[in-house]
């Protein structure tokens, strides 16, 4: 995978997701990225954490894929995060069928059985080196229910 150094690649990591590539998709992390799941309150820190919460979505959405991906650079925000060299808000629309509650969400989003459409939005650090250094996710918890 290339480094995530522009909106076309950040992209096109979102795009290994759907193809079931999580090799490609954690391996745009760095070995001590952390990733932040701001509704569940969840944080998992460590790229083999953070494979372990995203190769368990399907527990929890069954077919689970991301559409409607739009990348926009965040310049202003690099500097919240020490060894930041640049910044992305990402919007897209995950969805599948919502089939076992997510960590933390229980009694606020509980699961249904029914097939959603998830908006969500993350803001996406990156180093030096293209790598993800901390990714701050947050999906709208009405769009489940």
């Known amino acids: 995978m290339t480094a995530l150094n522009d909106e076309r690649s950040i992209r096109a990591w979102y795009e290994a997701f759907n193809g079931d590539r999580m090799a490609d998709f954690v391996g745009c992390f760095s070995s001590t990225a952390t990733f932040r799941q701001v509704n569940g309150v969840r944080i998992y820190e460590g790229r083999d954490k953070i494979r372990g919460y995203i190769s368990s979505l399907d527990v929890f959405i069954e077919d689970a894929s991301i559409d409607k991906i ?8 690099v500097s919240h995060r020490p060894s930041a060299v640049a910044c992305y808000g990402v919007e897209y629309v995950l969805n599948g069928r919502y089939i076992r509650t997510l960590p933390g969400l229980e009694g606020r989003a509980n ?3 029914d097939v959603v459409c998830v908006p969500a939005h993350e803001l996406v650090w990156v180093d030096a ?16 229910d």
């Open 70 to 77: 739009t990348v926009i650079a965040k310049p202003r925000l």
């Open 129 to 144: 080196q293209g790598k993800v250094l901390w990714a701050d996710q947050a999906i709208d918890l009405s769009a489940l």
């Open 111 to 113: 699961a249904h059985g």
